[in-house]
Nanobody
Framework: QVQLVESGGGLAQPGGSLRLSCAASGLPFSTYSMTWVRQAPGKGLEWVSSCNSGATNTNYVESVKGRFTISRDNAQSTLLLEMKNLNAEDTAVYYC???????WGQGTQVTVSS
């Protein structure tokens, strides 16, 4: 079956960095556009970033532009999110999903706190 497994979350200090990974299996990963979505405590889902199958087209929510970078390794069926200059507002559970939300991972917690 399809599995999307996120990893790389944790505690970071303000201004720090984290790198999230999403390992995909059970689907032709290289053909799917992918997305990262997050949910902050007590808030709804927020789209963060997306990329097409070849990562030639990437998009970001305004609040993370210049700080987050989405990328993918199709040979390894892995989606990545490099996060820099983190702030408290980035605290959330981060999910990877296929664009259109057919498949979701279980999420990884990112906490930004001093």
């Amino acid at each position: 079956q399809v599995q999307l497994v996120e990893s790389g979350g944790g505690l970071a200090q303000p201004g720090g960095s984290l790198r999230l990974s999403c390992a995909a299996s059970g689907l032709p990963f290289s053909t799917y556009s992918m997305t990262w979505v997050r949910q902050a405590p007590g808030k709804g889902l927020e789209w963060v970033s997306s990329c097409n199958s070849g990562a030639t087209n990437t998009n970001y929510v305004e609040s993370v532009k210049g700080r987050f970078t989405i990328s993918r390794d199709n040979a390894q069926s892995t989606l990545l999110l490099e996060m820099k200059n983190l702030n408290a507002e980035d605290t959330a559970v981060y999910y990877c999903a296929t664009l259109g939300a057919t498949y979701w991972g279980q999420g990884t917690q990112v906490t930004v706190s001093s």
